[in-house]
């Protein structure tokens, strides 16, 4: 039962910055952060793994969000800056064993309850 509870959310302007957290309870997983819009799929955003020394990021979010985690603290993090109003979207964090840098909904067994970004133009 590996729980994962992301905060940080909320309401931004365009341009602004917002940090997303993701506490867990488990091992030290793949975390990956995933988005889904009102009426679209959810979409791979980052990932980084166990280690904390790889990542991988969407082309969407490349060069403004950053991925990062402190194993310390069992919390896996992204930094979102210079936000778009498409970025708007409920984020979900995710924890995955074995699965390298995966991409996929399908490579995580553990999800979040999703916290609301909302950039507005």
């Known amino acids: 039962q590996v729980q994962l509870v992301e905060s940080g959310g909320g309401l931004v302007q365009a341009g602004g910055s917002l940090r997303l957290s993701c506490a867990t309870s488990?091992?030290?997983?793949?975390m990956g952060w995933f988005r889904q819009a009102p009426g679209k799929e959810r979409e791979f955003v980052a990932t980084i793994r166990g280690s904390g020394g790889m990542t991988s990021y969407a082309d969407s979010v490349k060069g403004r969000f950053t991925i990062s985690r402190d194993n310390l603290k069992n919390t896996a993090y992204l930094q979102m800056n210079n936000l778009k109003p498409e970025d708007t979207a409920v984020y979900y964090c995710?924890?995955?064993?074995?699965?390298?840098?995966?991409?996929?909904?399908?490579?995580?067994?553990?999800w979040g309850q999703g916290t609301q970004v909302t950039v507005s133009s």
């Open positions: 488990g091992r030290t997983f793949t």
């Open positions: 995710a924890a995955g064993g074995n699965i390298g840098l995966g991409r996929s909904v399908a490579n995580y067994a553990y």
